[in-house]
């Protein structure tokens, strides 16, 4: 009785499916990942430092002095989505990484159409397209098995 229970669990743990098992994070994963979030760290300190330059990057320079709050409240969301990063990369599952990074996404497509708004569309591809894009290959590489 108790072999024919031990072969019946062994048959279950071979034939248990990826859905079973946690999918860790790969090493390209997490080398990626980190670059994302260092690249968040930059762009969150140059808002923070050097507003006026920030804007002039972002692809829409700054109207007035004053306006530089708008880059302080940028530099605050880029901070706060590379601490949020941070901890799913320490708890190590891709799913959650790829979700947060899958809904982040709309962040730099909106600034792509807002700074296309205005009239710069090569710059906008060139800026926030290539970051919609290098988030498209992390999520490439987080999905796969």
């Known amino acids: ?57 972002f692809g829409i320079p700054l109207a007035a002095a004053r306006d530089d709050a708008f880059l302080f409240i940028k530099a605050g969301r880029d901070l706060s989505i590379g601490v949020m990063l941070i901890g799913l990369i320490l708890a190590g599952k891709r799913g959650p990484l790829a979700a947060v990074i899958a809904a982040s996404l709309i962040i730099p497509l909106n600034d792509c159409l807002q700074v296309i ?19 498209l290959v992390v999520l490439w590489v987080l999905r796969r098995r």
């Not at 946690?22 to 923070?48: I, K, M």
């Open 1 to 57: 009785m108790v072999r024919a229970a031990r072969r019946r669990h062994l048959a279950v743990m071979t034939h248990s499916t990826a859905v079973d098992r946690p999918r860790e994070l790969t090493t390209t994963a997490y080398v990626l990942t980190g670059l994302l979030v260092a690249f968040l760290f930059l762009l969150a300190l140059r808002g923070y430092l050097a507003p006026e330059s920030a804007a002039r990057g």
């Open 117 to 135: 708004a205005r009239g710069d569309v090569g710059y906008a591809l060139g800026v926030h397209g290539s970051a919609v894009a290098y988030g």
